[in-house]
Nanobody, 115 residues
Framework: QVQLVESGGGLVQTGESLRLSCAAS????????MGWYRQAPGKQRELVAT???????NYADSVKGRFTIPRDNAKDTVLLIMNALKPEDTAVYYC?????????WGQGTQVTVSS
């Protein structure tokens, strides 16, 4: 089992930045990939960025060049650094971990970008 706790959402204006944090606990030694997904009202949940155990990363085209997914100094924490935010980035952001061939999700944190 893996537990994920997100923090750092909020309300910002277009062009500003936010940092999300996701702390994992439990069987963190078995985590293969951690990442972020988001879900806007009326839309399906979509991938934002992922980071594999080997350090490789993957980004949605819509966030490339604006978002990064570094790992914090603690091995069990992954960040989402969001720059140049746009109103279309408004969504609930969910932390995700793949572990033991299962998907684990955080509770979600709201990000709202006003125009």
């Amino acid at each position: 089992q893996v537990q994920l706790v997100e923090s750092g959402g909020g309300l910002v204006q277009t062009g500003e930045s936010l940092r999300l944090s996701c702390a994992a606990s439990g069987s963190i030694f078995a985590i293969d990939t951690m990442g972020w997904y988001r879900q806007a009202p009326g839309k399906q949940r979509e991938l934002v960025a992922t980071r594999a155990e080997d350090g490789s990363t993957n980004y949605a085209d819509s966030v490339k060049g604006r978002f990064t997914i570094p790992r914090d100094n603690a091995k069990d924490t992954v960040l989402l650094i969001m720059n140049a935010l746009k109103p279309e980035d408004t969504a609930v952001y969910y932390c995700h971990a793949r572990c033991f061939n299962r998907d684990f999700w955080g509770q979600g944190t709201q990000v709202t970008v006003s125009s």
